[in-house]
């Protein structure tokens, strides 16, 4: 298994729908086989338009979580009917403040169809260089995986969703050490629960993993979630209703 996480600010749902981006020559259609296996994409993209309207500041409305698997893990899973429970047990041991009643969330399977495709070098701002440049037109293989994306609005407080690395790393002023660190483990975690292979293991007891998860939960559950607030009707965008005001 393989994780990746990263923060968009618009556009997860008609990504998902149609695999439109700047990196890639193939639709949704041409190279998955998708299957929504929790939550509500809608849902997700209701608080997306809600964050832009009423947040404005923001730079970033959601987090984007992938988590790739080999075929033999695959299989696996699925025979065991597991799929949704790893997405439960990422999503708890990754955002550890916050009860999943908290999160508006939707992961959705992706079986390739195209099992390969050309790799088109990522490209950030008019001066940035190429990202990985290197497997430019190369043939990169692509395995079963699964999307997760949690939306960063609250539906019961007014502070913003946040995973457990990033509060960590807040409070200790090293933001990306700490959030890799944090990463790693919650990646060893969800390998040892559910028997998959981790391409970088943690070569520690279970006491020992677990004692080093426990701090990062520790500070994370010393940051305030703000206030509780009158839940958003569905529908609504109105910032009366969702205590965005506060």
Known sequence: MISQITK??????????????????????QKDKRTAIYGDLQAVQDSEEYQLKFKSKQP????????????SEWEWLKARGSLQSVVESYLKLNFPNHDLTEMIVYAESHEPIIQSEKYIPRKYGKNAQKLNDKYENKYIGRENHIHIVISKENTKFTGQIASGGLIYAKNRGATAAAAIKFKQICDEMLARKYKLTNPEPMNISDSELRNRYDSFVKAA?????GKEKTPRLEGSDSPALSGAAH
Do not use: Q
């Not at 729908?17 to 949704?28: C, I, L």
């Not at 970033?60 to 075929?71: D, E, G, L, Q, V």
């Open 60 to 71: 970033y409305n959601y987090y984007h979580a992938t988590m790739s698997f080999t075929k």
């Open 221 to 225: 559950k010393k940051v305030s979630k």
């Open 8 to 29: 968009g600010e618009k556009g997860i749902k008609e990504y998902l729908e149609t695999g439109k981006n700047h990196h890639s020559a193939f639709s949704r259609d």
